[in-house]
């Protein structure tokens, strides 16, 4: 099932924040990439965000205009999925965390890639075990959990599922580094590492502003003059996307069962509301292009 890193081709699938910035790294490595979505408006908006997150790179000498036209050029995009994953030998699921839809990609994935194609889902907290049970050879199936902004973070969480093999894990490994990105191998429980330990401290965070501890402002405050965290809690819930969070706490609360996993009444009430951060332009903060002051929502001061 190995296959060296100059042969691979690889499809993404999903053109929002998390696929346009995977597509955009595996491209920029050299890497022949396709990006597939549904809507042919996400592609486009992917595909001008990755421009634009290239244009800045240029603009801060980290690349040359070749690179960028080079990189530009790696990527196609489609709305085919069945013709996009044919003749891929690692395609890598960035669509919307719910379980039900990764289920419905990720058995389409099983029809229409060959036998001995590598798949892999950047989910963030959905059993690797559960994904790869729609698939006839699971042990090809594989969490690879980027962060976001991809282009910028180091790390990728690489999640074992029950039956993932090592020669996948290896090559999975191996590509990683090829991206100047840092691997970490991660067993296949709720949450994995980074968001059974990140989610509840964003959830806790919501519960001590829900119960009147302190503001929005103060809360952010304290864990970034006393603990060095870059973006507060609350900021980062934002970041992330509200309704990510929500998705990620009941993941958590399903997979152990445990009341401190519950998801605070506040978030769940300013997703039904609508004010899911960065992505909707309210959430914790507003958000106003051209403005990079932040500004507590309204309702929460």
Known sequence: MSVSIQEQN????????????????????????????????????????????LDRMVSKERI???????????????????????N??????????????????????????????????????????????????????IGMHFMNPVPVMKLVEIIRGYSTSDAVTETVTTLSQSLSKIPVTVNDYPGFVANRILIPMINEAIIALWEGVAGVEEIDSVMK????????????????????????TRVLQDGYGQPKYAPCPLLVNMVQAGKLGVKSGEGFYLYTPGVKELVVSPGLT
């Open 225 to 248: 003059l006393g603990m060095a965290h870059p973006m507060g809690p609350l900021q980062l819930a934002d970041f992330i996307g509200l309704d990510v969070v929500l998705a990620i």
């Open 64 to 86: 040359t205009i070749t690179e960028k036209e080079d990189t530009l050029s790696r990527i196609q995009i489609s709305s085919d999925l069945p013709s996009a994953v044919k």
């Open 10 to 53: 690889i499809a993404v699938i999903g053109a929002g924040t998390m696929g346009n910035g995977i597509a955009h790294v595996f491209a920029q490595f050299g890497y022949s990439v396709t990006m597939i979505d549904i809507s042919p408006d996400a592609l486009n908006k992917g595909l001008s965000t990755i421009t634009k997150n």
């Open 88 to 141: 891929a030998t690692i395609v890598i699921e960035a669509a919307t965390e719910n379980v039900d839809l990764k289920l419905k990609i990720f058995k389409a994935l099983n029809e229409s890639c060959s036998a001995d194609a590598i798949l892999a889902t950047n989910t963030s907290s959905i059993s690797i075990t559960k994904i790869a049970s729609v698939v006839d050879n699971p042990e090809r199936v």
